[in-house]
């Protein structure tokens, strides 16, 4: 088997009394689509905090090609690869989609030697179109505020994002939420894509079929540890229900976590 691109061992976080993760491990390899599945408040976007830089762990390592790193923040886990698309999805409301695309990495007229020059608008909406038409992401105007789109829009532009910056690792909280069918179908399918690059793609979801039909693995948190790990293929829907409330304990069915 290849080697784990990004590891959480023995990862603990408390907020107050509250602990988010007690001892969570997570493991995500390169090329696959893994699932992070849990009830509500089984640790799962703590975690992925965690994984992504926002927030620090109290105790445990994160590992990155086997060797233990430090994510202070955002920029640190885009230093290694790893994009995120966040719960809340993170855009600025107030700019465009060209604008959230290229949030944190503007073009400016003149290349890099232009850094502290004028921002390359026509060259940043030329990207976001390129971008958007490979995705499938219909968007009549670039060119509006983030704002004015529909909760759907939004949501494909933090996946698109996510998606052309990606080179290793990309969490993905809850992508398709808001999403009716055709563009549900169409961010699975760039998963999909994104996965047959190489790049490992992590995908936190309460919708179980939905899970079975993208992911390779299933990774599930309880009560802010990690109780099972599965193969999808091998797997049915009663079964990642089962591992989330601790069901299959009882039946003695329980994966290695
Ligand atoms: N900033 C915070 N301050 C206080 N408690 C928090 C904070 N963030 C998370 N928690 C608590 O930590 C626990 C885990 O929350 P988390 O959001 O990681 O769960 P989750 O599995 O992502 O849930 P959901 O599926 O509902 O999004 C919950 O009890 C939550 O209330």
Redesign the pocket.
Known sequence: MTDPLLEARKVT?R??H????QGADFTAYPGEVVALI????????????TLSGTIRPDEGEVLVDGKPVQLGSPLDARKYGIETVY?DLALAQDLDAAANLHLGRELYRGGLLGRLGVLDRAAMRRSAVAAFRELGVDLRDVGVPVAALSGGQKQSVAVARAVVFANRIIFM??PTAALGVVQRGRVLDTIKRVRDRGIAVVL?S?NMPEVLSVADRVEV?RL?SRVARLTAADTTVEELVGAMTGALDAAGKEGAA
Request: aromatic letters at 4%; a neutral charge.
């Open positions: 976080k907020y107050g509250v602990h988010a993760l849990g009830d509500n408040g089984a640790g799962k976007s703590t975690l992925v905090k719960q909280d809850e936190i309460h948190l802010g």
